[in-house]
């Protein structure tokens, strides 16, 4: 299903961050004691009365060491291009500024629908000091406190009400699949060679991609969707406002993808950033796929690839369960496998397990490796099942979800997998306490 986009805009210091980080909830609170999982987010996923949207944030607009600029004009059009929705965040505290005006004379252009919020009121007396908003010739303010999450309910209500009544229905016959990586690891060069014609501007210079490109192909009896996305860079490390429009498109790619393919570049080896952008697949719970490109560019013994595998799983170890491709866009080399293996973890994916079965196996383990004790108490599971597909993800009912260490859930973990064939997909498991 296709779900509209809502963006936050506004200029620094108004509270966005805070804002876009209750407006997502859980969705940012991952926990993971693993290494290289990336927490800092531009697009997430959010969910008001059963009304699922996606949420991106487009960054301050400063206005404080420059004029009004083409600059702050790109960062604008990220929001009217990207969203069905934009939410326009002024601040209380700082009151009605030039800058919100500014802000204000840019949205005046867009046809979508913009609404007006008020952050950091956070008590009821405070509410009477909007009206100045009003000024800005938006409409109504809807005052509300990132900090306290009051009038959010209202603002949402809203933003629902402004969603397109009729969004494109997705295929559902299509496996949807990205390729992402870092600028210049060959990601469009690879879309070309799967593709067999330039469909994709390839270039030595990084970057070149500024925007995702959808490109429909059949192999076989399987149909697929393919979306090319420029290279993603660190937050912090955004040269242009371009680069940020490219991360914000990239987001978006993942989001709507079954599967992702991480690209590295075999010459260069793997940075550190290759493991922050392979996190944003991993923590969307998306099927995922290695492909080290340009292994045609390597020298080779009999323990290259070996060496080379085994130097991906050690620095991507929450990827464990990712097959890695060693691919070449310049001669094709193994391209044809893909299709394959996008659809063998996309199937992964979306495998559902019978619950006798499951069972089975979760007895078979405990009894070889009982769960440890903590303060004296061991913990007792007495059911598992399976929730839900897409990533496949299964609850454990026990007597105190406290007493289930993550070693032992990586226990149960590593068994699911050896008993089912999840290759390509994260699994989930949750602990709930039997009533």
Do not use: C
Not at 33 to 61: C, K, P
Not at 98 to 123: C, G, I, R
């Amino acid at each position: 299903m296709n779900k509209p986009t809502v963006a936050i805009v506004g200029r620094p210091n108004v509270g966005k961050s805070t804002v876009f980080n209750r407006l997502v909830g859980e969705r940012l609170s991952i926990v993971d004691d693993m290494s290289g999982v990336t927490r800092d987010r531009i697009y997430a996923g959010a969910e008001w009365l059963g009304h699922q949207f996606n949420l991106i944030d487009t960054g301050g607009i400063d206005l404080s060491d420059q004029p009004f600029s083409v600059q702050i004009t790109e960062q604008a059009e990220i929001a009217i291009d990207e969203a069905d929705v934009i939410i326009f965040l002024t601040s209380l505290s700082e009151g009605l500024t030039s800058e919100d005006e500014q802000v204000a004379k840019l949205l005046y252009k867009t046809d979508k629908p913009v609404l007006l919020a008020v952050n950091k009121v956070d008590n009821l007396e405070q509410r009477q000091e909007i009206y100045d908003f009003y000024a800005l010739g938006l409409g109504e303010p809807h005052p509300i406190s990132g900090v306290h999450g009051t009038g959010f309910g209202d603002l949402l209500d809203a933003v629902v009400d402004k969603f397109p009544k009729n969004l494109p229905a997705e295929d559902e016959n299509l496996i949807k699949f990205s390729l992402i990586g870092r600028p210049n690891v060959g990601k469009s060069s690879l879309v070309n060679a799967i593709l067999g014609e330039e469909r994709v501007i390839v270039s030595n210079i990084s970057g070149t991609t500024r925007d995702s490109i959808n490109t429909k192909f059949v192999d076989g009896e399987d149909k697929f969707l393919m979306v090319d996305t420029a290279g993603l860079k660190k937050r912090g490390k955004f040269y242009e406002n371009t680069d940020h429009y490219a991360n914000l498109r990239a987001m978006s790619a993942i989001d709507k993808s079954d599967v992702v393919l991480v690209v590295l570049n075999a010459e260069e080896g793997i940075r550190e950033q290759d493991k922050h952008i392979a996190g944003y697949a991993h923590d969307a719970g998306k099927g995922v796929i290695i492909l080290v490109n340009k292994w045609d560019t390597i020298k080779k013994d009999n323990y290259t690839l070996q060496n080379f595998e085994e130097l991906v799983r050690n620095e991507f170890e929450f990827l464990n369960y990712a097959p890695i491709l060693f691919v070449s866009a310049k001669t094709h080399q193994r391209l044809t496998k893909i299709p394959a293996l996008v659809k063998q973890v996309y199937s992964n994916r979306n495998r559902r397990i019978k619950s006798s079965i499951l069972n089975e196996v979760i007895n078979d383990a405990i009894a070889v490796t009982p769960a440890p004790t903590k303060n004296g108490k061991r913990l007792r599971i007495y059911y598992i099942t399976q929730v839900r597909t897409a990533p496949p993800t299964f609850v454990l009912f026990v007597n105190d979800p406290e007493l289930l260490h993550f070693s032992y859930e990586r226990f149960l973990n590593r068994k699911i997998r050896q008993a089912f064939d999840f290759t390509g997909t994260p699994i989930k498991i949750i602990a709930r306490a039997r009533k």
